[in-house]
Every structure is written in structure tokens, then in C-alpha cells.
């Protein structure tokens, strides 16, 4: 932690040549990586780094600078820097009063992972690769894991008077299982992750996700090429909320709505969704990877909801954008370190859990899709448009799951998808990835419950589920079980 007395140096030399606003942000980070592939550990890495970034905000035009020369001279030489970059002002004498805010959530951490030593790292590693290829000695053909924790000092400081301290503790683990049967490879992947300590990998953990990633790899040589065509789709809570973070998470950012890059642009107020969904961002959720106690402007964590019952309510702000609507910052001003300034980004995005049985919405489906994983995929802002891949995904046969299917992606628009949702379960499963935007990355999850999309009769369904296989009619009016 500086000295108040050197903050206040630092934002007063920021604003010296003009400028509306000033901050400082302060960084150490310790880390440590496993990974594991061919049946050997690859790299173990372990580090620290620290800098600090300044920012002076002149109007609509932004400076900034960073530093690894810890020391009053580094500081300031930076903050000089910004300054005369962001000039354009009178200089004037600025006061400032650093004001320490507490936070309003904590998240309890139980085995600190920079306490523990790196054997037991290696351990869980190598415990997750044998249960993997213990799933089928035959067809697992590689297993690729990897460990990594982060622990985070952050000091953050800025010329509104806001002093926040805050430490970060993250911790991971990843699973991908290859599987081969003649000239057939299909591979599995599994993630555990969140604001957790070495606790995250107590109880089996390791183990269990190898062993569904393998499971998957296996099981997927034996599926049959998907079909194609528009037809029903459930999204099983499973899947995780890969397309509420894509298809609608981004296009609520308000950078991208402020640049008119975004479909949900000039919404606000406006039915973007069917009356049954609702998409929250809570980034002071227990346990989850996306979560936070302060985002990185010093403001305080808090559920924000952005679609309610349909109506486009908010957007993500950090203090730039928000000081632009005339508002303040609700809590999603984000970096990957130091070396980067802020921009809006998610922490847990997802879909608010409906009261509809998951089962029984698989039972309302005669022809359809059922995804219970989702893969990797891509999504256009300004349409809305988007294509997925799937990783699990089996057909809905009479209401029943029937066989697993392989190669499926799914086609849509978001906010026709989010107006067409039929049904929504009381479940929420929640999956962790790094979100990459502006070129830089930030730890987050999202969720959704069970949703069933493409049942109204006499609607067309708003996926299109590509694949190799059969296609399938277009049906205006699905055929509907009830049982």
C-alpha cells in the first residue's frame, strides 16, 4: 500500500496540465502454472509481477500510462507523461482527499494457494490425467491438463477521493481428453474454476471433471453426424450461458452501445426478450470466477439487472462510459493488469432461473435439438447474429433423449432467440472461460437455466442447427407432447 501523501502527488501531477479526472492503479501479482500433457508435467511456472497504470480523462480523449518502477520517481515520470498527453486544460492546483471505502462483500478463501506447495499442485494434475485415461485405455489417446492460480494485490486511487485495497484469489483447472477410433478423433473439456483457494480441488474434483471430459471424448465416436435444418432446441442448463455472454452479454456494454456497434443500441425501455427472461450480471456472487469485491476503478461490486421480464433496463458501465450518460459507473470497469486501461466488461452473466421442470420441457419436444454443452463460437454486435458449435448435444426424439449426435452448431439471431424462449427451468448451471476483448482478457462465468426455444405453433424456430447429416423440414409449427 503507498503512502495517501504519494497518491495524492501522483493524481495532483495527472491533472496538472488539465484534465476532469484522474486515477491510479496499483497491481502485484503472484501466479503458478501446471501443465501436463504425453503422461508428463510440461512446465511448472511461477511468478510475480507488479506495475501500476495511470489514467488522466480529458473530455472524450483518455491517456494512459504504466510503469514497473515502483518508486516515487516512476510514479511520478508517469504520471507526467499522462498529463502533458491529455494537456489541453489550464493547470490548476486540484485537491484531493483519499477516502478508504470498505467493501461490501467479501469471499472467504480457505487454503491460500500461494501457501501450498508445488508438489501438491502437481498431484491434482497428475490425479486428473489418470482418472481420464483410466475412463478407456484404448481410445484416450491424450489427456492435456493444466493448473493455475493468481493471487492479486490491488491499490486503487483517484482523484474523486475513492482509496480501495483489495486482494484477488483465483484458482483453476482444465481437462482436455482426446479420444481416436480409426480415422475418427473427438475431443472433451471440462473446466472447474472460481474466486476459491486450493480448496476448489478438495473432494475428488480433479478426478471427477477428467473423467467427464473423457467420458465425452469417448462417447462422441460413436455419435452419429448431426442433422440440419430449423428445429426446436432446449439449451439444458448444463450447457452454461455461452450464448447469453455472446449473443447478448457484449451488446450490453455500453461502450459498444455509445459506439452504435450494438443491436441493443437506443433500447432502453424497449422488449428485447420474450416476458419470461430475465439477464442478470452479479459480480458479487460467492465462489464464481467472474466474481469481484471492487472492479478495477475502485467501485464497488453490485447485481445489476439488465434485462427484467423482457425490457431492456440497463447497460454495463464503467466511470468513462457512465460519465458520458450522465450517470455513475455500476460496477464494470475491467483490465486484465496494470498494462491496460479499463473498459466495460461481464463478471457472471446469466439468465434468471424460470419455474418450469427441466425434465418436463424436454417432454413438450416430438423433433428437436437438445445441448448439453456448449463449444466455442462467435457472435456479430451490431446484428446480433451468431454460430456455436456444440459439444454434447443429443436429438429429441417424442419427448424423450435419444441418440448423441456430433458436428452440430447452431445459427440464430440473439435478440430473436431471447424473444422466442418458450420456456425457462428452475435450474442455472454456471461454466468459467477468459473473455478476450480490445485485446485483452478477463476472468468470467456465465449461466442459464433450461431453455426451450422454437415451440410457438405457427412460428418458424429462430436456430438453425447445422451438421452432415439428414436434414430435416422446416416446420412451421412444430409438433408439441404433452405429457
Known amino acids: 500500500m503507498l503512502e495517501k501523501d504519494l497518491l495524492q502527488d501522483v493524481l495532483r501531477t495527472a491533472l496538472s496540465r488539465g484534465g476532469d479526472f484522474a486515477d491510479i492503479y496499483l497491481e502485484q501479482r503472484r501466479v503458478t502454472g501446471v501443465g501436463f500433457e504425453d503422461d508428463r508435467i510440461e512446465r511448472v511456472q511461477s511468478g510475480l509481477d507488479a506495475g501500476a497504470g495511470i489514467r488522466v480523462v480529458a473530455g472524450e480523449a483518455t491517456a494512459y500510462a504504466y510503469t514497473n ?6 510514479f511520478l515520470d508517469a504520471a507526467e507523461v499522462v ?3 491529455a494537456a489541453g486544460g489550464n493547470g490548476k492546483d486540484v485537491s484531493i482527499d483519499l477516502r478508504r471505502l470498505a467493501p461490501t462483500v467479501s469471499f472467504d478463501i480457505e487454503k491460500m494457494p500461494d501457501e501450498i506447495p508445488t508438489a501438491e499442485k502437481v498431484d491434482r494434475v497428475e490425479r486428473a490425467n489418470r482418472a481420464a485415461r483410466a475412463v478407456d485405455g484404448e481410445k484416450i489417446k491424450q489427456v492435456i491438463v493444466g493448473y ?14 475513492t482509496l480501495v485495497e483489495d486482494e484477488r484469489v483465483r484458482t483453476r483447472l482444465v481437462v482436455h481428453a482426446i479420444a481416436a477410433a480409426g480415422d475418427v478423433i473427438q475431443t472433451g473439456y471440462e473446466a472447474l474454476g472460481g474466486v476459491k483457494g486450493f480448496e476448489l480441488l478438495d473432494g475428488g474434483q480433479p478426478e471427477e471433471i477428467a473423467r467427464r471430459a ?6 462422441l465416436l460413436e455419435a452419429q453426424p448431426a442433422p440440419s435444418g430449423r428445429m426446436a432446441v432446449v439449451l439444458s442448463g448444463e450447457a452454461g450461458g455461452t450464448m447469453v455472454h455472446e449473443a447478448c452479454g457484449h451488446g450490453l456494454e455500453a461502450d459498444l452501445v455509445q459506439k452504435g456497434v450494438s443491436v441493443y443500441a437506443g433500447k432502453r425501455g424497449e422488449t428485447v426478450a420474450s416476458p419470461a427472461v430475465s439477464v442478470i ?8 470466477y467472474g466474481s469481484y469485491t471492487f472492479d478495477d476503478e475502485g467501485v464497488p461490486a453490485r447485481k445489476v439487472t439488465l434485462i427484467e421480464n423482457g425490457v431492456l433496463t440497463d447497460y454495463l458501465y464503467d466511470t468513462l462510459t457512465a ?3 450522465g450517470r455513475a459507473s455500476n460496477g464494470h470497469g475491467r483490465r486484465e493488469s496494470y498494462q491496460y486501461k479499463p473498459i466495460p466488461r461481464m463478471g457472471n452473466t446469466f439468465i434468471a432461473p424460470g419455474k418450469d421442470d427441466p425434465e418436463g420441457i424436454i417432454r413438450e419436444v416430438r423433433d428437436g435439438l437438445l445441448v448439453r454443452k456448449m463449444g466455442g463460437g462467435q457472435v456479430n454486435t451490431t446484428t446480433g447474429d451468431f454460430v456455436f458449435e456444440v459439444a454434447e448435444g443429443y436429438l429429441i426424439e417424442d ?13 440464430g439471431n440473439g435478440p430473436e432467440v431471447l424473444r422466442k424462449v418458450d420456456r425457462v427451468g428452475r435450474d442455472l448451471g454456471f461454466t468459467i472461460g477468459t473473455c478476450g476483448k480490445d485485446g485483452q482478457g478477463v476472468p468470467v462465468s456465465d449461466a442459464q437455466p433450461t431453455l426451450l426455444l422454437g415451440q410457438r405453433p405457427g412460428d418458424d424456430p429462430p436456430i438453425i442447427v447445422g451438421g452432415t447429416g439428414k436434414a430435416r423440414m422446416n416446420k412451421k409449427a412444430p409438433r408439441i407432447v404433452r405429457l
Not at 518502477?69 to 516512476?74: A, T
Not at 419427448?399 to 445459427?411: E, K, M, W, Y
Open 69 to 74: 518502477q515502483l518508486d516515487r520517481r516512476g
Open 83 to 85: 498529463a502533458r498527453a
Open 148 to 161: 493455475g492460480d493468481v493471487v492479486q494485490q490491488v491499490t486503487i486511487a483517484n482523484s474523486d477521493g
Open 214 to 219: 473423457a467420458r465425452r471424448a469417448c462417447d
Open 281 to 288: 450480471d452479479d459480480a458479487t456472487l460467492p465462489g464464481r
Open 323 to 325: 460519465r458520458k450518460d
Open 399 to 411: 419427448g424423450q433423449i435419444g441418440p448423441l449426435v456430433r458436428g452440430a452448431t447452431l445459427a
